[in-house]
């Protein structure tokens, strides 16, 4: 994962343009929303399983919109958010985790209600 790319991508489609936030910052807000109510691990296999459908659904709308080059873009932000999460897990939970800590000033399990 790239940490100079940028938060937000601007998308040109038929339906003028929109700005989207980049899978891996969707990737943190999902984590971030289900370690308000479950332990990092859970969180991040939940979030990941929400990433993978947000995938399918804008991979759904690029195709629609006949945008070859953002599928593109898109499956392979994916597939190096997938990587990084098969090969070091624990990695990347713990930067979410410190992340996390940072933004609610708690850390650790403290942070499940």
């Known amino acids: 994962m790239?940490?100079?790319r940028a938060v937000w991508r601007t998308l040109k489609g038929r339906g003028g343009i929109r700005i989207e936030t980049t899978l891996i910052e969707?990737?943190?807000h999902y984590y971030f929303e289900y370690r308000k109510v479950a332990d990092a691990d859970a969180s991040f296999e939940d979030a990941l399983s929400a990433l993978t459908f947000a995938v399918v659904e804008r991979t759904g709308r690029l195709a629609e919109e006949g945008d070859l080059d953002g599928i593109?873009?898109?499956i392979r932000?994916?597939?190096e958010i997938r990587l990084s999460a098969q090969g070091s897990n624990d990695s990347v939970?713990?930067?979410f985790e410190r992340e996390l800590g940072e933004r609610t000033g708690l850390a650790g399990d403290s942070i499940v209600h």
């Open 26 to 28: 969707s990737f943190k």
């Open 77 to 79: 932000e994916f597939s």
């Open 2 to 4: 790239h940490s100079q």
């Open 93 to 95: 939970k713990e930067r």
């Open 72 to 74: 593109r873009n898109l």
